[in-house]
């Protein structure tokens, strides 16, 4: 089983990927921060990817980063609806062309079956330029109208909103936002009101 600490939520894996950086206590962790993290979130999303999940090659760490701070570029500047870095998009456009994709024909039984391959130097040029073409793919495709930044106190999490009634990242999000809007009603009416609000939590300024 997986062993990793962060947030993975079932969302498109750029979505993953950006959710990397995420809030506990009011203080932002870097669930890529060290090797076992990172390793840990290959291993978390590996069945997800259309080949077999590469080791993480501590030398490429470097690359990960770039193509994370890309990605969640991406992702902000479709939020924001402006336009993104020109850094972000070379850095992705770059990467995808580290695997380029193509189809093969096999035999599946009775059946002639497509299977999609990545021609990639190494495992990790694989997984890098795969993360960068679903991320291509998802800002340019029908879904990027429903990218959603979770609005629940504290939370740095981005989600994708596949049906109207779905407002935060998860449960325990939309339990806590619910919480604070109970707070703030109460000391609306009556400002002497002992009771505790929770503690504020300190959003990151570089939230990309
Ligand atoms: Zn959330």
């Given at each position: 089983m997986r062993n990793y600490r962060g947030p993975i939520r079932d969302e498109p894996l750029p979505i993953e990927l950006h959710n990397t950086l995420y809030a506990v206590g009011g203080d932002v962790v870097d669930g890529l921060a060290d090797a076992a993290g990172r390793r840990a979130w290959v291993g978390a999303i590996g069945d997800r990817l259309p080949f077999t999940a590469p080791k993480v090659d501590p030398s490429r760490f470097g690359d990960f980063d770039a193509l994370r701070e890309a990605v969640r570029e991406v992702l902000h500047a479709t939020l924001e609806r402006r336009r993104p870095s020109k850094a972000a998009l070379t850095e992705l456009n770059r990467r995808s062309a580290t695997a380029p994709r193509f189809e093969q024909l096999t035999q599946a039984g009775p059946a002639l079956a497509a299977q999609t391959r990545y021609q990639a130097a190494t495992p990790m040029d694989a997984l890098l330029g795969y993360l960068a073409a679903a991320t291509i793919g998802l800002v340019s495709g029908p879904h990027a109208a429903e990218l959603r930044a979770c609005g629940a106190p504290g939370c740095v999490l981005m989600f994708l909103k596949e049906h109207p009634r779905r407002e935060w990242c998860s449960t325990q999000c939309g339990n806590r936002a619910r919480q604070a809007r109970h707070y703030a009603r109460q000391r609306r009416q009556?400002?002497?009101?002992?009771?505790a609000p929770p503690k504020p939590i300190s959003l990151p300024s570089a939230s990309r």
């Open positions: 009556d400002p002497t009101d002992s009771i």
